[in-house]
């Protein structure tokens, strides 16, 4: 496997003055804040590339801090938070799906979720609460003597007997049922009710009400000082899980309105809404640094800085618009009032540069921001390359903090400490994730490489059951490589095997039950490069690929097509024989969940020729393209030499068959 360096701004000799040891002061061991921001993509923030999000306070902390570029989260918060309290990897402590506020089920052995016989594999049935019996990080840590203590989001466990009391946390600030803030708003009063029944109507937990309109997070941030205070003498370990950036769309008006007078980069961030939750999150994080400086503590403080999943690309869309704001009554009205208001039809935020987001496989699901900061210990304005995990981080801290890792747990995260303390190395780790519904599967992350293994066919978008991609090359992964590079699978794959094998994880299985049904497979063989034939096979001809019909409507779909409108498609073909007929563009933008029954098509001719045609069709799309149907004449089909899709700025998606043999 291939070693990554640490990539240090310091010189390295400057390293020689850093502790390669942990417990510098003999007795003070240092304390430890897990910082965990929801929903925070990979370039959400000034540090990690934004130019219209303000995040002053984290921006200044990477100076002081070693900022990753590869670290990985799961794509959603319940599994994600296991593994960092757990140490453990999703096929070990089962937790899959975020499920985290859902009523619990009775414990006992991975089995696999009821089926149909429309699914192609048996998926692993999701758990629904942390391990009762798992030693957390907060045990191991209150076991070696700290204090601890969790404030904010947990979604781990929705009865009290699953509750972060139960978990080594001695004081806790938090409610349930809690995928989003507390109540479902960000403002007080949340209305949270300490015997509330779990499940039930009411939020219940310790929660409690602030001043009129009091933001969730400024009370987080509040409550953590309090605490740091009051335990600045002795070791503690805090979780201080944010709740931003998460659903409910709402924040603070003013800076909502800050935010909407700025200038938009072109191809960046422009959601006003999501720049205001951000910049809430970050005023707080700048109040516990300062705290932490006017207490003297900052250098006996180790403070990690991370995402529990990629930024959300999906929420907000027209149609989830148009649903709130229909009816006046629902309880996302006022917030979709002022998100549409401000920020138009746009999804929270985008994950550039990446695939993809929250809740999907792809980079932009999984990949997010990392950073840690122990002043003298780990060299300030630092950055790594090397590949972390999530799960990394309970051996990790541990070995820092110079505490021994419990008995009778087993932990599947490896300490990259010494990245952190001696910056000579990276890890050479292979990071899995393992989210089977909804399209998802594993990904794997070895090197530069990337294998994505589904269960569930999509060929609207995705293509087969297997990509793979060179991130060094690709870190879009736009290029599916699996048909080129059947040893590279193979070999990916065998790590998938071991994964499930070492982990005692329960792997998905052929469903012996399966009916093949309409879904036609895409043939991953054939020279297309992601386009999905449907109604309609490829063949390979001389210099071109013909796309013959086999129903009435067919076409080439893709989903490797994402570029705001409006859109110029450029076409090199001819009909089947020189015949004549006309094609179609159908598209389908973000935030929609489905073609539209009419309209978003434009029709194009194809004249009776043998030779080639250069076909020019202006496609009006509105807003960003998600998925494109390139519909070919029924009758006669279509030679196609190369296709073009480009936006008004920025480089063409292309396909060039001219070039394949
Ligand atoms: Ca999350």
């Known amino acids: 496997m291939r070693l990554y360096c640490v990539l240090l701004v310091l010189p390295i000799c400057a390293l020689a003055c850093l502790s390669a040891t942990a417990n510098a002061e003999p007795g003070r061991p240092p304390n430890i804040i897990l910082f965990l921001v929801d929903d925070m993509g990979w370039t959400d923030g000034g540090i990690f590339g934004s130019e219209y999000y303000e995040t002053p306070n984290i921006d200044a902390f990477a100076e002081q801090a070693m900022r990753f570029t590869n670290a990985y989260a799961h794509p959603l918060c319940s ?10 990897e999703e096929s070990r402590h089962g937790i899959l799906s975020a499920h985290g506020h859902q009523e619990p089920e009775p414990w006992g052995p991975q089995v696999y979720q009821p089926a149909t016989p429309k699914d192609e594999y048996l998926l692993t049935k999701s758990r629904r609460y942390l391990d009762p019996d798992a030693t957390t990080l907060a045990e191991a840590f209150r076991d070696a003597g700290y204090r601890t203590a969790h404030m904010g989001k947990w979604h781990l466990g929705l009865t009290q007997e699953h509750w972060p009391g139960q978990h080594g946390f001695e004081v806790t600030f938090h409610s349930a049922p809690d995928p989003g803030p507390p109540g479902s708003t960000y403002f007080s ?7 509330g ?22 009370r987080l941030g509040t409550e953590a000082i309090k605490y740091i205070t009051e335990h600045q003498d002795e070791p503690f370990y805090l979780n201080l899980w944010m709740y931003d950036c998460h659903g409910p769309w709402e924040a603070k008006l003013d800076v909502i309105q800050k935010f909407a007078e700025k200038e938009s980069h072109r191809d960046g ?3 006003p809404v999501y720049g205001a939750m951000l910049k809430t999150m970050d005023d707080n994080f700048g109040r516990i640094m300062t705290a932490l400086d006017e207490l003297g503590i900052a250098d006996d403080t180790i403070v990690v800085f991370f995402s529990d999943n990629g930024g959300n690309t999906h929420s907000m869309g027209a149609s989830e618009q148009k649903r709130n704001l229909a009816n006046p009554k629902h309880r996302a009205h006022a917030y979709t009032k002022i998100y549409n208001k401000y920020a138009g039809i746009q999804h929270p935020t985008r994950n550039l540069g990446l695939r993809d987001g929250k809740g999907s496989l792809y980079e932009g699901g999984e990949r997010v921001p990392l950073m840690v900061r122990w002043p003298e210990h780990i060299p300030a304005g630092s950055l790594s390359d090397a590949i972390v995990n999530n799960i990394d981080l309970y051996p990790t801290l541990l070995e820092l903090a110079g505490q021994a890792e419990p008995d009778n747990h087993v932990i599947d995260g490896k300490s990259f400490a010494r990245v952190l303390t001696e910056g000579i190395e990276g890890t050479s780790r292979t990071s899995v994730s393992y989210f089977p519904y909804h399209g998802g599967g594993v990904s794997v992350r070895d090197g530069d490489w990337k294998l994505i293994q589904r269960y569930t066919r999509k060929p609207d978008s995705y293509e087969g059951l297997v990509e793979l991609f060179n ?3 690709d870190l879009g992964e736009s290029r599916n490589l699996a048909a080129e590079m059947p040893e590279k699978v193979a070999e990916l794959s065998k790590l998938i095997d071991m994964h499930f094998q070492q982990t005692g994880g329960l792997a998905p299985k052929p469903n012996p039950d399966y009916q093949p049904g309409t879904v036609t497979p895409t043939k991953s063989r054939s020279p297309t490069h992601g386009l999905v034939p449907r109604q309609c096979r490829i063949e390979s001809i001389d210099g071109a690929i013909r796309v013959i019909a086999e129903g009435k409507n067919p076409f080439l779909g893709t989903a490797q097509v994402k570029l705001e409108g409006p859109i110029t498609l450029h076409l090199q073909a001819r009909g089947v024989n020189g015949e004549s007929g006309t094609g179609r563009v159908q598209w389908r933008t973000q935030g929609q969940t489905e073609f ?8 194009f001719e194809v004249s009776a020729s043998t030779t080639w045609q250069d076909i020019t069709v ?8 998600q998925l494109l149907r390139l519909h070919v004449p029924a009758s006669a089909g279509l030679d196609i030499r190369s296709i073009s899709w480009k936006a008004r700025d920025g480089k063409p998606v292309e396909w060039d068959f001219s070039t394949d043999q």
């Open 79 to 88: 599994p994600s938070r296991a593994s960092i309290m757990t140490g453990q």
């Open 189 to 195: 009063p949340h209305g949270v009710h300490p015997d």
């Open 197 to 218: 029944k779990p499940g039930g109507a009411r939020r219940v937990g310790n929660i409690v009400d602030g001043p009129k309109g009091e933001h969730i997070d400024d």
């Open 269 to 271: 961030h422009t959601n």
């Open 471 to 473: 991130l060094k090359d």
């Open 596 to 603: 539209p029954a009419t309209g978003q098509t434009v029709d």
């Open 618 to 625: 202006q496609v009006p799309v509105e807003g960003r393209s």
